[in-house]
């Protein structure tokens, strides 16, 4: 009874410091994602998904404020052709976004689409409310109640462009939740890129849904800030031959949680999700991620690397469900990490659940240090130890990387790599 009555108020003190925007098309899903969550409560280390991780400061009632992190660092993709769309601290930025206009696509703001009958408005809090079974997502679901903000994207064809959303942290104690919802027609076909740490506590919602035959690539680079807290959630749901494609690059954050629940809904879908990270010192980096196979010849890679040391942890618990009828399933999973000192730690939880009997499934998890062979074949060779530890890394690393399809986008971000381990040795 007395877990019961702290987490009731925690709960209570959380949504106390929130106000829900309760105007327009989303005000129903909004209402009854705050039922959710109220019948739910928040995530405590008792649960078994956060087990490995404490949720009190991403659910405590005011964030824990943050040092903002200055760097002469160029921004990422800027020699990209892109659309940027950019939010600071959680508020639209008119003046440093680019016009909300691309061929194929319609853009708006979540805080602005305002009409009585939205295409969103079947789409909006759909997907997180499907990904709480059979593992509940609460921080998801108090995004969907209290978003201030986002952007709807509607893809009816091949968009010109990719999406930049930018999201820039200027005050140390913001607090934000933005909400994105994206919708791509049957054939459609969108690449949107994420930039930036976007405050000091951070929670996102991302819900995609793939219509047949539609493509969607998905590439984020999170914020250097050494303080900030971040939890994020991707939503998705694969239609038939449609593709999904989501990498992650993380570097630095006391918090960060990346949440990936993926519905295989459709024959002949191909869902990739994976990401890279590097930690240094007091930080906690968790993937989590869900794949369902629910249709006939699906085939889903999950595909995490991490570089940690002194005193960093990392977390990776994936999961493959592959339901009944779902025959011909493809699921591969690997999870690894390269640890630096002994005082940092790799926790994962590979888990494969099955009840179809015609499928390939796999997961691996390994941890260990850096190759000492090879350290001293590049030592003998005059690599100074720092610049031959950054190599392995870089190579170790690769795989996750190499899942990213478009080259000059996985170049820069191995560019980004580069740098900040030679920032790292300076």
């Not at 914020?223 to 939890?231: C, M, P, S, T």
């Not at 749901?237 to 630095?252: P, Y």
Request: hydrophobic letters at 45%.
């Amino acid at each position: 009874m007395a877990a019961v009555a702290e987490t009731t108020s925690a709960l209570d003190a959380r949504l106390a410091g929130l106000t829900m925007p309760v105007d327009g098309w989303s005000e129903a899903a909004r209402k009854y994602a705050l039922m959710r969550v109220q019948a739910a409560g928040l995530p405590v280390r008792r649960d078994e998904y956060w087990k490995y991780t404490r949720p009190d400061t991403l659910t405590q009632a005011v964030a824990v404020p943050a040092a903002l992190f200055h760097n002469a660092e160029g921004a990422l993709f800027d020699d990209v052709d892109r659309l940027k769309i950019v939010f600071v601290d959680g508020v639209f930025d008119a003046d440093a976004s680019d016009d909300l206009t691309l061929t194929g696509v319609t853009i708006e703001r979540l805080a602005t689409a305002d009409a009585d009958i939205h295409w969103a408005r079947d789409l909006y809090g759909v997907l997180e409310a499907r990904g709480q079974n059979p593992v509940a997502r609460p921080l998801a679901t108090l995004n969907t109640a209290f978003a201030s903000d986002g952007v709807l994207i509607h893809v009816t064809g091949l968009a010109s462009k990719p999406i930049n959303l930018i999201y820039l942290h200027k005050s140390e104690t913001s607090d934000v939740m933005l909400h994105n919802v994206i919708k791509l027609d049957a054939g459609a076909n969108l690449t949107v890129l994420e930039t930036g740490p976007a405050a000091a506590r951070f929670n996102k919602v991302m819900e995609v849904d793939i219509a047949d035959g539609a493509a969607f690539h998905h590439i984020r680079a999170q914020g250097r800030d050494h303080e900030r807290r971040a939890v994020t959630h991707v939503f998705a749901r694969l239609g038939t031959e449609s593709t999904f494609k989501s990498f992650t690059l993380t570097a630095n954050g006391v918090m960060t949680r990346n949440e990936c629940v993926i519905e295989l809904t459709g024959d002949d879908a191909k869902a990739t999700v994976g990401g890279a990270c590097v930690g240094d010192g007091d930080f906690h980096h968790d993937d989590t991620v869900f794949v369902t196979h629910d249709a006939v010849n699906c085939e889903s890679r999950q595909v995490f690397k991490k570089v940690l040391r002194n005193g960093a942890t990392g977390v990776f618990q994936g999961k493959i469900l592959v339901k009944a009828g779902a025959q011909k399933t493809d699921g591969y999973q690997i999870s690894q990490s390269l640890l630096l000192d002994e005082d940092s730690q790799f926790l994962a939880k590979p888990e494969l659940e099955i009840y179809a009997d015609d499928v390939i499934c796999s997961h691996g998890s390994t941890s260990g240090a850096i190759d000492e062979t090879a350290l001293f074949y590049l030592r003998s060779r005059g690599v100074p130890a720092a610049v031959a530890t950054d190599l392995l890394t870089l190579s170790f690393l690769a795989e996750a990387v190499e899942e990213i399809e478009d080259e000059d986008l996985r170049e820069d971000i191995n560019a980004l790599l580069q740098s900040w381990l030679e920032r790292r040795r300076s």
